[in-house]
């Protein structure tokens, strides 16, 4: 079964940076797409972007194009979100997910237990 | 980006009742349509895709239905354990949005 293990809760000042982890469990990590969808205290889920491990092709949404980066590792099966500044408004849950399906029928089939970042002064 | 509209933003219900939340696309998606299950404190987890292709090991008493613009899920006697938030996703385009989620409560 795949598993995808984020790392761990992070306290953050404004204006500094980050990088959070999402690693697979198995090498079929690199055939999938990996995901990362935001959820602020409260609120639903965001789709940010996703990325192809096996050749880093990335897309983002238009709305987080820009303040964030989304890389990978296929060697160590990883996946990862970082901020290069960050803003309170970016205090949320972050999951990262796989993409399965085919034809255009993708969804999220298996999810990490996501990262709790908090950015406050 | 295509906008997807939940309804309603919650709801209570009662054990053994049924239950029906929409979902609304701001254009023609087809099928191209998800249903997402978040318990409290927990990631989602994926009950339908394609709109209405049940996922492996979810109790049959989910339900999805519709195609174009309107969805449907259906909870045909709700459970305790399925009092959660539920999302709709599009998956037609990037990017891919959800619906802004409808919680269902306890009556």
């Known amino acids: 079964e795949v598993q995808l293990v984020q790392s761990g809760a992070e306290v953050k000042k404004p204006g500094e940076s980050l990088k959070i982890s999402c690693q697979g469990s198995?090498?079929?990590?690199?055939?999938?797409?990996i995901g990362w969808v935001r959820q602020m205290p409260g609120k639903g889920l965001e789709w940010m972007g996703i990325?192809?491990?096996?050749?880093?092709?990335?897309k983002y949404s238009p709305s987080f194009q820009g303040q964030v980066t989304i890389s990978a590792d296929k060697s160590s099966r990883t996946a990862y979100l970082q901020w290069s500044s960050l803003r309170a408004s970016d205090t949320a849950m972050y999951y990262c997910?796989?993409?399965?399906?085919?034809?255009?029928?993708?969804?999220?089939?298996?999810w990490g237990q996501g990262t709790l970042v908090t950015v406050s002064s | 980006d295509i906008q997807m509209t939940q309804s309603p933003s919650s709801l209570s219900a009662s054990v053994g009742d049924r239950v029906t939340i929409t979902c609304r696309a701001s254009?023609?998606?087809?099928?191209?349509l998800n249903w997402y299950q978040q318990r409290p404190g927990k990631a989602p987890n994926l009950l339908i895709y394609a709109a209405s292709t049940l996922q492996s090991g979810v109790p049959s008493r989910f339900s999805g239905s519709g195609s174009g613009t309107d969805f449907t899920l259906t909870i045909s006697s709700l459970q305790p354990e399925d009092f959660a938030t539920y999302y709709c996703?599009?998956?037609?385009?990037?990017?891919?949005?959800f619906g802004h989620g409808t919680k269902v409560e306890i009556k």
């Open positions: 990325i192809f491990p096996g050749d880093s092709d990335t």
């Open positions: 996703q599009q998956s037609y385009s990037v990017p891919r949005t």
């Open positions: 997910a796989r993409r399965g399906g085919s034809r255009g029928f993708y969804y999220f089939d298996q």
């Open positions: 254009q023609r998606i087809n099928n191209y």
């Open positions: 198995e090498d079929t990590f690199t055939g999938y797409w």
